[in-house]
Every structure is written in structure tokens, then in C-alpha cells.
């Protein structure tokens, strides 16, 4: 049941029966203690100048600019809504009661 949902959450009651129901937030509260970053939300001024928010939006940015997604052309977008379009007639005709 490994990798599953279920498997998931067979382990998660486990872990709740041995070390409380409260075992994933200590969890959180422990890693949020033991960081002194601030992450993205932090409004400290870092060392390259910037607020976590300021940065956050940076690395966003990056991360568009490196997408491997390309724009669609003219005749990409017209094919699509063409099949858009038949998709809906095909599922009236399916739909409607014969003659």
C-alpha cells in the first residue's frame, strides 16, 4: 500500500496512535523553531537587499522565464477551439433523443 492514499493515510493514523493526535503539528512547530531564515514571508532585509517577498517574486519570475511551455500560435489556438466545438456538437447529437 505504499504511495497510495490509503497506504497514506493507514500511516498517518499510525503515527497518531504512537505519538498523539497532535504529532504533525509538533512536527511543523519543531521545523518552524529550528529555522531562523524567515522564508519568503519574512519582511527582513537579507543579505543581497532583499524582503523574502521581494525575493519570492524574483525567483517566480526566473522560474516563468525558464518554462518549457511556448506560446501557442494563431493556428494552434484555431485547431483547439475547433475541437472544442465539435466535442460539444458530438455530445448534443449523443444526447438527443433519435427521430
Known sequence: MSGTIAGG???A????????KDYYA??????GKASGTGG???NKI???????????????QKGGLKSRRKA???K??????AAKK?????ANFIESPEV
Open 9 to 11: 493515510k493507514k500511516a
Open 13 to 20: 493514523k499510525t503515527n497518531k496512535e504512537k505519538h498523539g
Open 26 to 31: 509538533n512536527i511543523g512547530r519543531k521545523g
Open 40 to 42: 519568503f514571508a519574512s
Open 46 to 60: 537579507g543579505k543581497d537587499g532583499l524582503t523574502g517577498l521581494e525575493r519570492a517574486k524574483l525567483a517566480g
Open 72 to 74: 501557442w500560435t494563431e
Open 76 to 81: 494552434q489556438r484555431q485547431e483547439h477551439h
Open 86 to 90: 465539435l466535442q460539444v456538437v458530438l
